[in-house]
């Protein structure tokens, strides 16, 4: 069975301008959890999406948004782009919502802005 | 506050030795879980293990082991004769019921080199 899938796999853009990443999760699993890792730390909660509603949002300004479509993939947005937005944007699934339910991760889109 | 401490920023070590990568964590939750996952230079996050606070049974999986103590707040990582497959970042995340959902509070990360 196919893992998490993310496109693109990386991407080059310029301050100001406007991203939307790419998540299909595993086959079953219904949760989709978006999160950014910035170069030389573990990565930090942006989204949850289970049953294409949000579920948690993590500490990220109203720039970053996201949603999740019938077939259980999601985007994640980011509006008006900052330098400090350079990061790994992870993309993970879980077979269920809950606090217990581990988290299978993609491998991830590397986000450069200039 | 950070939650989740990892205070090894890096460690190297040369094949087979044994190497432990320690994780403290702080949580007023009684009822959590924490992992271990392991970043490979693809990028991707490999889960491990995970552990209820409820359960304190050390666990072992061939050459990995972990040690959980409740007492001293410490979800500890052992891997026994390493091997160069094993360099990778690994990270010890936090998960807390009270928390709706699933955000996962990881740690900032030991990055493990083994060398031949």
Do not use: M
């Not at chain 1, 937005?85 to 993309?91: F, G, K, V």
């Not at chain 2, 401490?5 to 007023?28: H, P």
């Not at chain 2, 010890?92 to 990881?106: I, T, W």
Request: neutral net charge.
């Amino acid at each position: 069975d196919a893992g998490v899938t993310q496109s693109p796999t990386h991407l080059i853009k310029t301050r100001g301008q406007h991203v939307t990443l790419r998540c299909s999760p595993i086959s079953g699993h219904k949760s989709v959890s978006w999160y950014q890792q910035v170069l030389g730390q573990g990565p930090q909660f942006i989204f949850q999406y289970y049953e294409k509603e949000e579920r948690g949002r993590g500490n990220f300004p109203d720039r970053f948004s996201a949603r999740q479509f019938p077939n259980y993939s999601s985007e994640l947005n980011v509006n008006a782009l900052l330098l400090g937005d350079s990061a790994l944007y992870l993309c993970a699934s879980s077979l269920a919502k809950a606090y217990n339910s581990p988290l299978h991760f993609g491998n991830g889109t590397r986000l450069t802005v200039t | 506050a950070q939650k989740v401490t990892q205070a090894q920023t890096e460690i190297s070590v040369v094949e087979k030795e044994d190497v432990t990568l320690d994780c403290v964590y702080e949580t007023r939750d009684t009822t959590y879980y924490l992992f271990w996952y392991k970043q490979p230079p693809s990028g991707e996050l490999v889960f491990l293990i995970r552990r209820n606070s409820f359960d304190e049974q050390n666990e072992i999986s061939g050459r990995y082991s972990w040690n959980f103590q409740k007492s001293t707040s410490s979800f500890n990582f052992t891997i026994t004769a390493s091997q160069v497959v094993d360099s990778a970042v690994y990270f010890c995340a936090l998960s807390e019921a009270e928390d709706y959902g699933q955000n996962f509070v990881f740690g900032p990360g030991t990055r493990l080199s083994v060398l031949p």
